[in-house]
């Protein structure tokens, strides 16, 4: 299983990128894919998720701002990220597994892709 991810970019506050997360060897359609990220100096976070069945969920401080959204025909996983912040400043990652019980849980997911990273700075 492969996961790359990539979109990310400088970007003044206020403005927007589209991350995308496109995985290889998997029968993606039944994966979860979650995306975490970190900020310099700070732990890994939840961010957002989608289920196989296409739910989904954010953490609260993206709520509004960020979407995902899934492509199964091309094995890819969309995060739009609007009215970004300073304090979204990070390396995001995305994440996938099977059979997730708690998608919120960095320590639920096997396979990460490498990280994008995400800088909002004027």
């Known amino acids: 299983v492969q996961l790359q991810a990539s979109g990310g970019g400088l970007v003044q506050p206020g403005g927007s990128l589209r991350l995308s997360c496109e995985a290889s060897?998997?029968?993606?359609?039944?994966?979860?894919i979650g995306w975490f990220r970190q900020a310099p100096g700070k732990g890994r976070e939840w961010v957002s998720y989608i289920t196989s069945i296409g739910s989904v969920a954010y953490e609260d401080s993206v709520k509004g701002r960020f979407t995902i959204s899934r492509d199964n025909a091309k094995n890819t996983v969309y995060l739009q990220m609007n009215g970004l912040k300073p304090e979204d400043t990070a390396l995001y990652y995305c994440?996938?597994?099977?059979?997730?019980?708690?998608?919120?849980?960095?320590?639920?997911?096997?396979?990460w892709g490498q990280g994008t990273l995400v800088t909002v700075s004027s």
């Open positions: 060897g998997v029968t993606f359609n039944y994966y979860t």
């Open positions: 994440a996938t597994e099977i059979d997730v019980l708690r998608p919120f849980e960095s320590h639920e997911y096997h396979y």
